[in-house]
């Protein structure tokens, strides 16, 4: 497909990474230099178009701004009716995309996390999943939601990620303390919770988990008693006011 990218930030240039080698031609624009110069050298389907040439040129564009700039920037340009925009940012539900690309289809908005330039990514998606599918999928899994008090409560809730990272940081470095390879170890531990909660559920987990006595059951409950149950519900409930 020929796709577009206003905005090549963080998340912009992870997107492109992980379209490497599928056949698309891909225009992003220029600002954050080194990072659109960085994709350019590494994908020979990238190429570096000023903005109006990346909606004329391009089946589907997404959006990669700052939500508080990407008003002004928008417009200023001019989108073809035909056009398919594509929204990452962060604030932004259907209706306003909308607003912001007339006369062009607010196609969608996907909020996809940093790995996705990589693959086996979970795509958050209001929208049009059957085209984010046909971008994206089955390298990643796509997560089609209701509507944007949906995406809002995803986007809490996916907030656990850094805590998780935090407590798997923290025993890795428990854990270095009194091993030979601190490396292996927190290579030890990613692995095991990753491959873990990818092959099953996380109740479930916890079930499989739960041997009377066992270490995991202890410090469960050990991490339950010090509250970590209720400062987490309290945390969610802080981020959705
Ligand atoms: N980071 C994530 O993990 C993530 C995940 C999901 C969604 N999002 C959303 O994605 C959006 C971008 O986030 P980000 O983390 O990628 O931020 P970012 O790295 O700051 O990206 C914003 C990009 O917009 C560019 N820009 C600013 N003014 C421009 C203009 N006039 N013309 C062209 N480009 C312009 C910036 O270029 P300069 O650097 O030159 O200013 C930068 O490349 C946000 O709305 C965020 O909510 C981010």
């Not at 080194?34 to 040439?53: F, G, N, T």
């Amino acid at each position: 497909m020929k796709l577009g990218f206003i905005g090549t930030g963080v998340i912009a240039s992870a997107v492109v990474r992980g379209l490497a080698g599928q056949g698309h031609e891909i225009r992003i624009s220029a600002r954050s230099r080194a990072r659109s110069a960085a994709l350019v050298s590494e994908m020979p389907e990238v190429q570096i178009a000023d903005l109006q040439d990346i909606l004329d040129h391009s089946e589907v564009v997404f959006l990669g701004l700052m939500l508080d700039t990407a008003p002004e920037i928008l417009a200023a340009l001019s989108f073809p009716a035909g056009l398919q925009v594509v929204s990452f940012m962060a604030g932004a539900d259907l209706e306003q995309l909308a607003t912001l690309v007339a006369p062009a289809r607010a196609a969608a908005v996907m909020m996809p996390f940093p790995g996705i330039a990589t693959g086996a990514s979970a795509i958050m998606a209001l929208g049009d999943t059957a085209l984010l599918n046909q971008i994206f999928a089955p390298r990643n899994t796509v997560f089609g939601l209701r509507d944007a008090a949906e995406l809002d409560a995803y986007l809490c809730a996916q907030a656990v990620l850094s805590p998780v990272a935090r407590l798997t940081a923290d025993a890795a470095e428990w854990l270095g303390t009194r091993v030979s390879d601190p490396a292996q170890g927190e290579a030890f531990l990613r692995m095991l919770i990753s491959t873990s909660l990818g092959q099953t559920g996380a109740a479930d987990l916890v079930e499989a988990l739960n041997t009377p006595g066992g270490y995991n059951q202890r410090l469960r409950q050990h991490m339950e008693a010090a509250g970590m149950g209720a400062d987490l519900t309290a945390g969610l409930g802080k981020l959705e006011r």
